[in-house]
């Protein structure tokens, strides 16, 4: 072998030969080798930066071994390296000496104690003692840098982990160094707080005690503490995260470096609404998502009343049967349930009631035949892209983990970002073409991208369209990450345009962009119209969708509703239309919080939620992790598994799934879709269900870069072929899978627009009224008050300032909001938050046109 040819580089460490790739750093290669390096202020997910010295060897070099930091060294052929010689521990000693020099001992009453880097370093590398006679220093403490966050200056030892993380991960520089020498101390910019929603992470990757969670600070010791690995259903990305608690009660959750998906990073929003899960078990306020739902009811005289389980599922049998048949039943949600849930559900409801009316998707998603059609792409394909096509919502405020994966390849690796942007977007300043697509023009740009003509009257340049069709090419090595940007803009305009840009970019791949947490696994179960368990598809089979279902409950055409987890009223768009249906038809609510939905629940089945049950979820890209109890779940709450197979026992039907386990393994077995019976304690973080994506062992954890999970119990699921079998008989002529030819999607007249009016784009914010939020107290106050917002040159012609108030018209009625400016929203749209108004019903009912694919408003000086 050549020079040229050489892929490797040979170094010795300690003694030992041992290869490595050219580029690695020096750090990684010696613990590769089983040469352990003290280390603070290096971190694998970041840029090393060699500030804290901790990581001190001896390098041989032209003048003899010299003193290197290991963390920032890259490995060279013949490099000779020395890691435990006197003058190296002599070295690290002295680090440790002078960190020690102003660093206070309060380890009994720091929440970092015991779990705490420094201790564990001071232990095996320090001296034992100190020469430092002096006062140390002290500041006041601690101090608030955001609403999170607290700060504790006098254990700071300046390793940049937390500043490091805000620029270079997140990309908010909202904390940084200020002062010099022994005064130098980490402070929020003077400007704005320290408000990120990733900012829990500078509180689990700092080596002391400096920055600590408001929500844990003082809650627990880290010897107290239970954990498993679970996964965090918050959102549809999946990540990988430790449950912890005591005394069964929740603590606090940590973020596992899984590398396929959330590389240890969590948002606030996953981290720190334990409270919601825990809930309010004594309130009787069962209108309150703050209230957990904890023993069945029936609504009696008006009033919900508990019962017992038998009481209770017999009456919700009794309104099961008297519906009228099949057609007059349906379900809406499903989201949230667990793979085995989401089973045992469609096994129930379509499979025992033979009602095709399932919908887990609340009326924002995309269709589910053709996301099912789609070639689909992993978060790592879509991370490594050279190529990636946005057209979805601020994925920063939908996806945030995905976010940050998405940013590390652009910021970092220079990938090509093309934004199809119909609002203010976080990755915007990283696109390499941004693309303008106001309301009821999405679908006209895809075309457009794949060669069609472009429509006179967009915001679209013809040089734009021209950079990013060469771009784009055939669609090889692109991944488009698609998803619901608009809810008030009608959902088939997106599907048209996916449809289109798969078509047309034949080697495309596709991440759907949904964001209900397990959302794929709900569809991959069945519960949706047209579709199977197992990503099985019936062509000849029609069924309602959730809109659908609302008219038919409205019109008393769909008689009884199963509600499966989630509030109808606080998730779809058409508010009064859900009031009415709930109104009109019988309600079986199956929920674990409480929600304006049961004040239409005819009979309430309290059921186990994140946390407390088994089984397996489905994330956006169709991994297929594990879910771990780590609490009991409170009252008689049952998983859906339970609830689904003794109501089927009810109904006359036998679902022959007594357990999660049995579920899991009739599932595995029926569909070859990969559930809990295959999980057994596989060294990689799941499967991919429909690539050919090999499980990749799990590399071992950095305590020193993760405090805090002090034995990661990983748990992964064995591979599967993907293959898919008929489930039951009576479903008809069920494929192993639909194709974009099965998608038919219904033309749609998008109105000229009008030329006083503004179009309207109602986007998804992550921290929004729903029961997350609701049952957190740390967090609900971070609910941002709810505005619209626009470009400046729509509010000059007004006169007004931003902040000041508007008139709005609207189809439905007139109505005042405070308005804001923002240069980046597109000329002729105003953005508004959806779910983030106390009052968010009346809200969408005056400002939503639900009878145009899209909603123009017209604003006015009040």
């Not at 309010?280 to 019962?307: H, N, Q």
């Not at 789609?374 to 096509?389: F, G, K, Q, Y």
């Not at 917002?789 to 007139?814: F, I, M, Y």
């Amino acid at each position: 072998m050549t020079d040229v040819t050489r892929t490797n580089v040979t170094i010795t460490v300690d003694g030992h030969s041992l290869e490595a790739q050219p580029g690695e750093l020096l750090i990684e290669v010696a613990e590769r080798a089983g040469s352990y390096i003290p280390r603070f202020c290096y971190h694998p997910r970041m840029e090393p930066v060699g500030v804290c010295r901790m990581c001190l060897v001896e390098v041989d070099g032209p003048r003899g071994a010299t003193l290197q930091p290991a963390c920032y060294l890259k490995v060279t052929d013949g490099m000779n390296v020395t890691t435990g010689s006197d003058k190296v521990k002599k070295a690290q000693d002295g680090v440790l000496e002078f960190l020690l020099a102003n660093h206070p001992l309060d380890c009994p009453v720091c929440d970092k104690g015991g779990e705490c880097p420094l201790q564990d370093q001071t232990l095996a590398h320090g001296s034992g003692e100190t020469r430092f006679v002096e006062e140390k220093r002290h500041f006041v403490k601690p101090i608030a840098i955001g609403e999170l966050v607290l700060l504790d200056r006098e254990r700071c030892i300046q390793c940049s982990r937390c500043t490091r993380f805000a620029s270079e991960v997140a990309g908010e520089a909202q904390i940084a160094f200020a002062g010099r020498g022994d005064l130098i101390e980490v402070a929020p910019s003077p400007t704005q707080p320290f408000d990120s929603i990733f900012s829990g992470n500078t509180v689990q990757i700092c080596p002391v005690g400096a920055l600590t969670a408001k929500p844990y600070r003082f809650s627990a010791r880290p010897w107290d503490l239970e954990q498993v690995e679970s996964t965090c259903t918050t959102c549809a990305v999946g990540c990988r995260v430790a449950v912890q608690s005591s005394g069964n009660r929740l603590t606090r959750v940590l973020g596992v470096d899984s590398e396929p998906v959330n590389h240890g990073w969590l948002c606030d929003k996953g981290r720190f609404t334990l409270d919601s899960i825990d809930g309010d078990c004594d309130s009787r306020d069962v209108l309150s998502a703050a209230t957990r739902i904890t023993e069945p009811m029936v609504r009696i005289e008006g009033e919900l009343t508990p019962v017992s389980w038998g009481v209770a599922l017999g009456e919700a049998a009794r309104l099961l049967h008297e519906a009228g048949g099949a057609d007059a039943i349906g379900a809406i949600g499903g989201a949230s349930l667990t793979n085995e849930g989401a089973f045992a559900w469609e096994r129930f409801l379509r499979g025992a009631i033979g009602s095709e009316n399932l919908d887990a998707q609340f009326g924002d998603g995309l269709d589910p035949v053709l996301l099912q059609s789609l070639p689909l792409a992993s978060i790592d394909d879509a991370a490594n892209a050279p190529v990636v096509l946005t057209m979805t919502g601020d994925l920063r405020e939908e996806l945030p983990v995905l976010f940050l994966r998405l940013r590390e390849s652009f910021a970092h690796h220079h990938h090509t970002l093309i934004e199809l942007a119909s609002a203010p977007s976080a990755l915007r300043s990283l696109a390499s073409h941004v693309l303008a697509v106001r309301p009821g023009e999405t679908s006209v740009i895809a075309q457009a991208l794949v060669g069609a003509t472009l429509p006179v009257g967009t915001l679209v340049s013809e040089s734009e369209l021209d950079a990013a069709r060469a771009a784009l090419g055939d669609g090889s090595g692109v991944v488009i990450v698609a998803g619901r940007a608009n809810a008030a803009e009608d959902q088939r305009l997106v599907d048209h345009a996916i449809a289109t840009l798969a078509r047309g970019l034949p080697r495309a791949k596709f991440l759907v962009a949904l964001r209900r947490s397990n959302v794929r696994g709900a569809l991959d179960m069945g519960l949706a119209p047209r579709l199977r368990p197992g990503r099985g598809f019936d062509a000849a089979s029609a069924g309602r969708d959730t809109h659908a279902q609302l008219v038919a409950m409205a019109d008393g055409t769909q008689r009884t509703t199963v509600v499966l987890g989630g509030c109808v009223i606080g998730n779809v768009v058409d508010v009064a239309l859900a009031a009415r249906a709930l109104t009109a038809a019988n309600v079986i609510a199956v929920t674990g919080h409480g929600g304006a939905t049961l004040a239409f629940a005819d009979v309430v089945l309290p059921a186990s939620v994140q946390h407390e049950r088994t089984g397996t979820v489905t994330n956006l890209e169709g991994r297929v992790t594990a879910v771990a109890p780590k609490i009991s779940a409170p009252g008689s709450a049952w998983p859906d598994v339970a609830i689904a197979a003794e109501l089927a026992l009810e109904w006359g039907e036998d679902l022959g799934l007594g357990s999660v386990e049995l579920a899991a393994q009739v599932l595995e077995e029926t569909t070859g879709y990969a559930a809990l019976s295959v999980l057994q304690d596989q060294a990689y973080d799941g499967v991919v269900m429909g690539m050919n994506v090999t499980p990749v062992a799990r590399h071992a954890m950095d305590p020193m870069a993760f405090p805090g999970i002090r034995s990661t119990k990983t748990v992964g699921l064995g591979d599967s072929t993907g293959t898919t079998t008929l489930l039951d008989a009576t479903s008809g002529a069920v494929t192993l899978g639909a194709t974009v030819a099965d998608v038919v999607i219904a033309p749609v007249d998008v109105p000229l627009a009008d030329a006083y009016a503004l179009r309207l784009v109602l986007a998804r914010r992550l921290y929004d009224r729903g029961i997350a939020m609701q049952g957190s107290p740390d967090v609900a106050a971070l609910v941002p008050e709810t505005t619209l917002t626009v470009h400046p040159r729509d509010l000059d012609h007004l006169g007004l300032a931003s902040g000041a108030k508007v008139k709005v018209r609207a189809a439905a009625t007139d109505f005042e909001i405070s308005v804001l400016t923002d240069e980046t929203v597109l000329r002729g749209t105003c953005v508004a938050p959806l779910g983030t108004l106390v009052d968010g019903v009346n809200l969408v009912a005056s400002m939503v046109d639900f009878s145009s694919p899209v909603t123009q408003l017209r604003l006015e000086t009040p």
